[in-house]
């Protein structure tokens, strides 16, 4: 499984960005991509799920700016963000694993390290 991440830049407070996570090589049809961001000397932070099936799952803390949704082209997933701040400057990841079971109460969220397959991220900066 490979996975191309898109769509960061610098961007002002209050604006807007939609990441992509272009994924290829599923040897079956059941997958879960999620969104991960990193800081440095941070822990990796969950942020949304989506499954094969058009399941979504979002952390409490990211819910309601953040949306995920499915792309039209191959196996896409889109991360759009509205509002931006500096709290969400950081390196975004996507990552794919095999399955449904990371849905579950969002804890694939919780485990990134279950995931196997990871993308080379994408940097968001907030700034003005």
């Known amino acids: 499984v490979q996975l191309v991440e898109s769509g960061g830049g610098l961007v002002q407070p209050g604006g807007s960005l939609r990441l992509s996570c272009s994924a290829s090589?599923?040897?079956?049809?059941?997958?879960?991509i999620g969104w991960f961001r990193q800081v440095p000397g941070k822990v990796r932070e969950g942020i949304s799920l989506?499954?094969?099936?058009?399941?979504?799952h979002y952390s409490d803390v990211r819910k309601g700016r953040f949306t995920v949704s499915s792309g039209d082209a191959g196996i896409t997933v889109h991360l759009q963000i509205n509002g931006l701040n500096a709290e969400d400057t950081g390196a975004y990841f996507c990552?794919?694993?095999?399955?449904?079971?990371?849905?579950?109460?969002?804890?694939?969220?919780?485990?990134?390290?279950?995931?196997?397959?990871w993308g080379q991220g994408t940097q968001v900066t907030v700034s003005s």
């Open positions: 989506l499954s094969s099936d058009g399941r979504t």
């Open positions: 090589g599923f040897a079956h049809g059941q997958w879960t």
């Open positions: 990552a794919a694993e095999y399955g449904l079971g990371y849905m579950a109460d969002g804890w694939g969220l919780r485990h990134p390290d279950e995931f196997d397959y």
